[in-house]
């Protein structure tokens, strides 16, 4: 089993629509949580960070985190066309390393 | 400079040559990450240094794989004796501390032909 596993889609949804996207981890020992996106030809952007269970918002992103049950999502409001891009989940521990999920293709449609 | 730089942006090689990828962190970033991203594959974490020293180079995938980091900034990952399974995007990282996450640059494509 791979430490941090994500929903591979690809998903397609229309504009204005609310995405779910989720990861589950198996590390017990990951303490902090991130999600990137990456668009085609880039590298990954960081676009939220957090440490503790619950919601973190920014803008129209929320991050979710669950260690109970080792679940983390990442909800954008209103999605739009600019939103298309592979969102990649990443979880951390003590050390400097990173681990990421596969990736989720997301298209958001005019 | 403002970002994470890398170069070149693609490259392409025949199978067995040598190949230098070249990473200009961002300035005052002490912590320096190399990740392959093959498709399908997600990213796939290559070496870490910090300053100058490289206290875990166990995701290199074999012998031929080799990095360097000078002056507590600019990295160099090497490629020895090509492969086509070397094919991938090469990502390069930085970050301050764990806390404020990576940077990334926009990486290196290499294609083995």
């Known amino acids: 089993q791979k430490e941090v596993e994500q929903d591979p889609g690809p998903l397609s949804v229309p504009e204005g629509a609310i995405v779910s996207l989720n990861c589950t981890y198996s590390n017990s020992a990951f303490q902090y949580f991130m999600w990137y996106r990456q668009y085609s030809r880039k590298g990954p952007e960081l676009l939220m960070y957090?440490?503790?269970?619950g919601n973190k918002e920014d803008g129209r992103f929320t991050a979710q985190v669950d260690k109970s049950s080792k679940y983390i999502s990442l909800f954008i409001r209103d999605s739009q066309p600019s939103d298309s891009a592979t969102y990649l989940c990443?979880?951390?521990?003590?050390?400097?390393?990173?681990?990421f999920g596969k990736g989720t293709l997301l298209t958001v449609n005019p | 400079g403002a970002g994470v730089s890398q170069s070149p942006s693609n490259k392409v090689t025949e199978k067995g040559k040598d190949v230098e990828l070249r990473c200009d962190p961002i300035s005052g970033h002490t912590a320096l990450y190399w990740y392959r991203q093959s498709l399908g594959q997600g990213l796939e974490f290559l070496i870490y240094?910090?300053?100058?020293?490289?206290?875990?180079k166990s995701g290199l995938p074999s012998d031929r794989f080799s990095a360097e980091r000078t002056g507590g900034s600019v990295s160099t990952l090497t490629i020895q004796r090509t492969q086509q399974e070397d094919s991938a995007v090469y990502l390069c990282a930085s970050s301050r501390d764990r806390d404020n996450g990576y940077t990334f640059g926009s990486g290196t494509r290499l294609t083995v032909v």
């Open positions: 240094f910090q300053g100058n020293s490289a206290p875990d």
């Open positions: 990443a979880s951390g521990g003590s050390n400097y390393k990173l681990t």
């Open positions: 957090t440490y503790s269970s």
